[in-house]
């Protein structure tokens, strides 16, 4: 048992404890909006269907926070000492995702019309800018969490920049993504929130010495994290990941399983540059393009990689964390997903 | 002389010793960024061109830096101790603006395209979260300033909402946009920067105690403002302002000119309720509309209301400042270009 002495507990009755914990303090901080963006922020959070009313539905992971909390709590202060770092870090991934799915055009968020398809452009916009605002306002006050909170932000906008600027790059030769490129962005645009949700639980937690090391830890896990997207943007089952199908594929996103499986070599690989120097448009070319990121060892890269990260995560995690139980099935969890 | 016994300096040769002050640092912090975000940022600072050769042109007011490195400076301090602090509000200020244009999809801005009709609308988008994650990165370890900081963030989006919301609402009648409600709005969208860029100035220079009373002083500062732009927006020159003449009024923006005339009953008011409710498109239709409300008392009111702000603003400046000519040439010059 990978756990070593101790009984894992279950990741779903984790996270459940823990959005008890901070989701009262989550709908305090939104009811500061102006309603219209509140309303807004509920849809987006998860918690409204379109007109407002109540919906019980998907409202995300809630695997930052958690984090936040856990992060705490195996650094042997209490999980509600945490509330605000968890809040914060909710309310940044909200506005993240606000923002992604305006620039990527994505019409759908976890089995939902995406904020922007249900409430138009400028006011989506505006209520992403909202609930960045409220996430800082959480932490203000702090300036040893806010420094780690701020910079989260500054590499977050950078990952995602980055992941943007890749789209014009070729898919290989000259010019394409690096492996160690691919890994600085994921590290900014998945890894620095996690880094910062763990970093500033243990600040708020009372451990503050911690927080370097758990920050590490959070990118570690982050581009873990990303990694295992990447595979399930691929070949994740839509009814479950609530996105279409080869989105990724057809958008052209260098993803890591595709990068990897170019930069294999070999039949399919070249194969497979050739389809996807033609931008595969149909169903049947983007089906065939996902085969050869398999057949060129594509996937199987991503979740070696994948593992690799979050070995590291979580020897950081052992390392310097007294009990970590709690916070290692979440983490197992969300890179658990693909395999 | 309204400055008493001191003589009072020109407003642009504070403003440029203060650029002096505070530009080195813009650009140092802007280098943080992607070489993307970079480039974008200084094309929105007014700092290049769309192809990122220098420029030298309009590169905005300076006004909010001016006013953090002038109070710091008016509290005894020096205004070098205030430069995180200029900082902090020109990229969140800029970060507004590029949000804004994109929201009210204005094509121009300072005589130049806004920033997503040169780069398109995501990379915009972007562009303007990572100006404001670098703004709130200036100030993040200081508990003290960034307090302000983030209250200023949660108003300035809060304004931006209220007055986005304010274009659903009748223009005269049940449901019309009160004066208090516009007073709230503008005290957000353009005043909370302006407290912020005050309080955070003289917690940076040594003098938190006064941050109160500045912060509540960059408000009023900010309601005179807002109602000088809102003349200029409708009888200001293109030439000067850089934008369309009368984009408000086709827009149908709920500014305090139209609603003032609107309140003020009698024949102009009521031909210029007729007249919006059948929304003016044509340029004769607007130019009627504006001549109506000059007609109705819209204009004399304005300018009347921004002057009582700003006098209440430098009220305050000289009842807790012990030197405040630059700062008051600066403030005076906001509103002087509606006289």
Chains 1, 2 share one sequence.
Not at 50 to 62: A, F, H
Not at 133 to 138: D, E, K, P, R, T
Not at 152 to 180: I, Y
């Amino acid at each position: 048992m990978e756990l070593g002495q101790q009984a894992a507990p279950a990741s779903d009755e984790v996270i459940g404890r823990c959005r008890r914990l901070f989701e009262p303090a989550l709908r305090a901080a939104v009811s500061r909006l102006h309603p219209w963006s509140a309303r807004m922020a509920a849809f987006s959070l998860g918690w409204s269907d379109v007109d407002g009313r109540p919906y019980e539905g998907n409202s995300g992971k809630s695997v930052r926070p958690a984090v936040a909390l856990l992060s705490a709590e195996a650094a042997g202060g209490t999980a509600e000492s945490a509330i605000p770092a968890a809040v914060a870090v909710e309310l940044v991934h909200a506005f993240s995702l606000v923002h992604d799915d305006i620039i990527d055009h994505d019409e759908r968020r976890r089995h939902r019309p995406a904020l922007w398809k249900a409430y138009g452009m400028g006011p989506a916009l505006l209520a992403g800018d909202a609930l960045l605002a409220l996430g800082v306002a959480q932490l203000a006050g702090d300036g040893e969490a806010m420094r780690y909170l701020s910079d989260a932000l500054v590499e977050l906008v950078q990952g995602q920049t980055a992941d943007m600027a890749f789209e014009d790059r070729p898919w290989h030769g000259t010019g394409a993504v690096t492996t160690a490129e691919y890994t600085e962005m994921a590290a900014g645009k998945t890894g620095a929130l996690l880094g910062a949700a763990a970093a500033t639980g243990v600040v708020l937690g009372g451990a503050p010495e911690l927080a370097p090391r758990l920050w590490e830890m959070g990118r570690e896990l982050g581009v873990a994290f990303q990694l295992a997207d990447d595979v399930l943007g691929i070949w994740g089952d839509p009814r479950v990941t609530g996105k279409p199908a080869d989105s990724d594929l057809r958008r052209g996103k260098k993803t890591y399983p595709v990068l990897a499986a170019l930069a294999a070599g070999g039949a399919p690989a070249r194969e497979l540059a050739a389809l996807l120097d033609d931008a595969p448009g149909d169903e049947e070319a983007v089906r065939r393009a996902a085969r050869l990121v398999e057949e060129a060892g594509g996937r199987d890269a991503a979740e070696t990689l994948a593992g690799r990260h979050l070995s590291a995560a979580l020897a950081t995690m052992d390392a310097c964390l007294p009990d970590t139980a709690a916070l290692r099935a979440v983490c197992d969890s969300l890179i658990g997903r693909i395999r």
